[in-house]
């Protein structure tokens, strides 16, 4: 950490996420079975079941551009006038921009919660999965969350679970 990012903070940083999810519960998905949870924030479908619900930061790389001045200026002839000088050219960074909400993970759904960037998507249109130790980023056909959560493996071992569900006719 250099001396600017400890003056003006780096904005850049992952953020650490507390878990919600019951301890009785994550063991039950770690030993391998899928757990029932009960919510009433959540409108569920005929048949859907909740297994997993968590904290969660939803991730998105937001393009800046800013422009930059660069020259000098000087008083005109005339009042009200100025003289100026120099070149202005456009610079571009990337920022993560945190979205905070609340994971929910069915047998049929995956809901994310929030004031921005929620989403309910269905498991037809999951493509990839990547876990992470504190993350795992989902890919549903072009777009992708990088879903920000207590332990990344526990979400993949949901949705692998799921998966090994759904496959059994």
Known sequence: MGLFDALFGNRNQIPTVT??????????????RLPILNTD?????????????????????KTVKEFRHVGGSAPGLFEGTRWSS??????????LVQHRGILYITNQRIVFQAMEWGFDKTYRYL???????????????NKSYCMVVADGSVVNQVLQLIKQRRQVP
Do not use: V, W
């Open 86 to 95: 120099g070149r202005g050219r456009t610079i571009e960074h990337t920022e």
């Open 41 to 61: 924030k959540l409108f569920l479908k005929r048949g859907e079941k909740i297994h997993f619900i968590d904290k969660a930061i939803n991730m998105e790389q």
């Open 127 to 141: 493509t990839a999965i990547t876990p992470y130790s504190n993350a795992c980023e989902m890919q549903f056909g």
């Open 19 to 32: 878990t919600i999810l019951p301890d009785a519960a994550r063991q039950e998905i770690i030993a391998g």
